[in-house]
């Protein structure tokens, strides 16, 4: 569910336009490059103007060695990209803050002659005032006014990396996803339609399951692009998630019935006689339609934030009736704006791939969006993307949204078979579905490193993901400790699967979900000196030692940085106690009943009963439910599996 509300005129959204067609220099004896493939360039604001930064963004899909530069109406450099970025898709960014009125042009002019072409050039006007943006359509929640193809997809793609970029050594999160949206040093389309929309002040705070949705729905708005979301169940019963309907800007969901306004629709009774009631009910007043920025909002947070959930990319892979389609695990599929769906209901976007060096593996980096509306980007490993083969659970793994297109009788989204045909996608595959658990990981391992990697070097990555995980609970556990100390009362846990799922206190402060994933890091970091042992062709090992002696080695090296590695945690009475990361893997059996918000903080970090570390405990969870965390629920977490929903 998205929190959202308005504040004032607290309104936030933006309509952002392709700006004029792309043109590239094309002397007579030079083929024409805007025929070159996946290649594109966009100007924004919708509209330039002098008043506004204009910022130039190119994007293709190779590493192509080239430079941006943007010359003013005098014909000299106004400015450049100061390099390539991300990959694949791989783009460059130029802005000038105060342009001159006038013609400018924009240059990728390319080091080495691509397909007979030596520069992609984009034309460019900048006016004295702004020409407003592409206006609103009665037929639609925005007016459609491109497709969804190879170049706008590499645009997204872009866009996404874009916005949530950060050194490596970083850990950032945000408290609201519109704390990233609202700084135009992330935002690609920051104010692109000219009204200063970004700076409205509409808060949203998204969970995993909306965070897809919303970002794909403010690029669309944003580039007048097609967009549509289903109603689908959760699944149970031994059933996987399956989509009832479809629905998309121009033909709209209905709203929730108003019961009390058919009530009073009928014929008039007896008493209505008497006292003057029954009838058709007043007309209301007419109202003056809202505004693009309006109709943005609530259509995202009152419609599609309210319908879409965590099984909404679970159904069957061979479904064409979703909203994602599955892709093969290739660096090209990949990419940002790809989005994982766990087979428990965790969901993640990703944001950046970084390649392989000779001193580290590669990375996949991804976003996801808490209860609470906090936004932190992840790296990919096992104890963040779980994965399991169940058809009640229906499909995990890596998706994308499903193209939308504009079909005889209105929007339709492409199947399965047109996306595998399709030249700009044509990245249809079931192959996820046919890997066993452990494939699944060693093909992602392949995907990120296709080189083999230096076993410690390896591990003390894994130690680190788990250590970042471990950081990241301290949060969580720490909201509900603030959540007591505000007065928050106990707070009732649900039954059976329904502790995984639920809304209210339990969701934003207990951490059952976030639990199972940290017991099953725990489990792959503890089991990496074996893994290397089974699999040692994947790893660069050492020269004239066996697979037995790299395993010794690594099981000491491992003991010693978990030794090393400390963090601290709030106790109950606010003073800090510092653990080990070694503690918390030597606790694990304790982890397995410390999800329960009503529980001091102590106990959810595995404190020993009687220990120093916990005698600021103030608070324990009711005996009754904590019977039922021992006799009926511990199962789950030690055996490391999720339930079905029931």
């Not at 006038?102 to 984009?122: I, M, P, R, V």
């Not at 460019?124 to 491109?146: D, E, F």
Request: glycine share 8%; hydrophobic share 35%; charged share 25%.
């Amino acid at each position: 569910m998205t929190r959202w509300r308005k504040a004032g005129y607290a309104f936030w959204t933006a309509v952002l336009v392709h700006a004029g067609p792309v043109h590239a220099a094309k002397p007579a004896s030079e083929t024409d490059c805007a025929s070159l493939p996946g290649l594109t360039v966009l100007a924004t604001p919708y509209s330039p103007w002098k008043g506004a930064p204009l910022r130039v963004v190119a994007v293709a899909e190779t590493a192509i060695d080239g430079e941006l530069v943007l010359h003013g109406p005098d014909g000299a450099v106004a400015a450049k990209a100061p390099g390539r970025r991300g990959g694949p898709p791989y783009f460059w960014l130029a802005e000038v803050q105060n342009p001159a009125v006038g013609s400018w042009q924009a240059s990728l002019n390319f080091a080495a002659e691509q397909g007979g072409c030596k520069a992609l050039t984009h034309s460019i006007t900048v006016r004295k005032a702004s020409a407003g943006g592409p206006g609103t359509s009665a037929k639609s929640v925005w007016p459609i006014r491109a497709t969804w193809n190879r170049e706008t997809e590499n645009l997204y793609a872009a866009w996404i990396e874009a916005l949530f970029d950060a050194p490596l050594d970083d850990q950032p999160s945000w408290p609201a996803l519109h704390e990233v949206l609202r700084d135009p040093s992330r935002n690609l389309l920051f104010n692109h339609l000219g009204m200063k929309e970004d700076e409205k002040g509409l808060v949203i705070k998204p969970d995993c399951a909306d965070l897809p949705y919303f970002l794909r729905a403010y690029f669309a708005f944003k580039m007048g692009l097609p967009f549509g979301y289903s109603k689908c169940t959760r699944g149970g019963r031994g059933k996987p998630p399956a989509c009832v309907s479809w629905w998309n800007i121009e033909n709209l969901e209905p709203p929730p019935e108003d019961q009390a306004a058919k009530n009073t629709t009928g014929s008039p009774t007896f008493l209505d006689s008497l006292f003057g009631g029954g009838g058709a009910p007043p007309a209301k007043p007419k109202t003056k339609p809202p505004g693009p920025v309006i109709s943005f909002g609530q259509f995202i947070s009152e419609t599609v934030a309210n319908t879409v959930h965590s099984g909404s990319g679970r159904p069957p892979a061979t479904s064409d009736n979703t909203d994602y389609y599955s892709v093969p695990l290739t660096e090209a599929a990949l990419r940002p704006g790809t989005v994982y769906h766990d087979p428990y209901g965790h969901i993640l976007v990703i944001v950046r791939r970084v390649p392989q060096t000779a001193d580290a593996a590669g990375l996949i980096l991804a976003v996801d969006g808490q209860p609470d509306g906090t936004v932190a980007r992840k790296r990919f490993w096992r104890g963040n993307f779980l994965f399991a083969q169940d058809a009640a659970l229906g499909s995990p793994g890596f998706k994308r949204f499903r193209p939308v297109v504009k079909g005889k009788s209105g929007l339709r989204r492409l199947t399965n078979a047109e996306i595998a045909k399709h030249p700009d996608y044509s990245d249809f595959s079931l192959e996820q579905t046919e890997l066993s658990v452990e494939a699944f990981y060693d093909k992602m391992d392949d995907v990120m490193s296709p080189s083999p990697l230096d076993p410690e070097r390896a591990m003390i990555s894994a130690v680190t993901a788990l250590e970042e995980q471990v950081k990241a609970r301290v949060t969580s556990v720490e909201n509900g400790r603030k959540y007591h100390m505000k007065g928050g009362g106990e707070v009732a846990m649900p039954d059976g699967p329904a502790i995984f799922e639920t809304t209210g206190a339990w969701e934003d402060f207990a951490t059952p979900s976030r639990d199972l994933r940290l017991l099953i890091a725990i489990d792959v970091v503890r089991g990496f000196p074996e893994r290397v042992a089974r699999r040692p062709e994947r790893y660069a090992m050492p020269q004239g030692k066996t697979a037995a002696d790299v395993k010794t080695g690594l099981d000491a090296k491992l003991a010693e940085d978990l030794e090393k590695r400390t963090f601290t945690y709030a106790r109950s009475d606010g003073s800090e106690w510092t653990l080990k990361l070694s503690d918390v893997v030597q606790r694990v059996g304790e982890l397995e009943l410390a999800y329960n918000i009503n529980d001091c903080v102590e106990v959810r970090w595995g404190a020993p009963e009687g220990s120093d570390e916990a005698k600021t405990c103030q608070r324990r969870a009711p005996d009754a439910q904590r019977r039922k965390m021992a006799s009926d629920f511990r199962a789950w977490f030690s055996e490391r599996r999720r339930p079905p929903r029931g």
